[in-house]
């Protein structure tokens, strides 16, 4: 089983849609970070949350950390074809770094 | 900057052969830390380090080892390769582990195929 649970599993949207990936868990984390992958590259992190109820905005991506430290959501407005890629939410515990199994968004134009 | 490099790209291996994958940064970075991917599975920690000299276990060591004599190198040893450890596998570093703020620097992979 999974320590992070991440859902969808899978997405494939409209250009211009709104959509919501979703990071949950039992357990408290000291921070979350959001990475993307492309394939045959490694992930690239797109922002790091610490404290519990934080938003953090980039462009069109909105994160938020859940009050309890236990739970994360990226919301992508107006979804483009270049934000097709794996997202993976990872959560911090002591000096370890815990992976969700990610979302693979397919934007079609 | 290089960032952080890894060598081999692909690799085919025979069950029970031994191998050792490369990880290489120029960032001065102290933690380091290996990881495989397998497909629904997301990314799991294998083995990490945080300093020259210091490596523990992570998730699932069994199978892997490791070792850490400089800062700038990191190799993943597979001593008795089998078909599980299939895989591609990842290294990436970050500045340090004491912060919450650390950014994992990732290399490009190398995707290991054992039959």
């Known amino acids: 089983t999974q320590l992070l649970e991440q859902s969808p599993q899978f997405l494939s949207i409209q250009e211009g849609e709104n959509l919501t990936v979703y990071c949950n868990s039992s357990s408290v984390f000291s921070s979350l970070q959001w990475y993307r992958q492309e394939p045959g590259e490694g992930p690239v992190l797109l922002v790091t949350?610490?404290?519990?109820?934080e938003v953090k905005k980039l462009k069109r991506l909105t994160f938020q950390f859940g009050d309890a430290r236990k739970d994360s959501s990226l919301h992508i407005t107006a979804a483009q074809t270049g934000d097709t890629g794996l997202y993976l939410c990872?959560?911090?515990?002591?000096?370890?770094?815990?992976f969700g199994a990610g979302t693979i968004l397919r934007v079609k134009s | 900057n290089a960032g952080v490099t890894q060598t081999p790209k692909f690799q085919v291996l025979k069950t029970g052969q031994s191998m050792t994958l490369q990880c290489a940064q120029d960032?001065?970075?102290?933690?380091m830390s290996w990881y495989r991917q397998d497909p629904g599975m997301g990314l799991r920690l294998i083995h990490y380090s945080v300093g020259a000299g210091i490596t523990d276990q992570g998730e699932v060591p069994n199978g892997y080892n490791v070792s850490r004599s400089t800062t700038e190198d990191f190799p993943l040893r597979l001593l008795s390769a089998a078909p599980s450890q299939t895989s591609v596998y990842f290294c990436?570093?970050?500045?340090?582990?004491?912060?919450?703020?650390?950014?994992?620097?990732f290399g490009p992979g190398t995707r290991l195929t054992v039959l």
């Open positions: 949350v610490v404290t519990g109820g």
């Open positions: 960032m001065n970075h102290e933690y």
């Open positions: 990436a570093s970050s500045y340090s582990f004491e912060s919450s703020y650390n950014e994992q620097f």
């Open positions: 990872a959560g911090a515990r002591g000096n370890k770094l815990v």
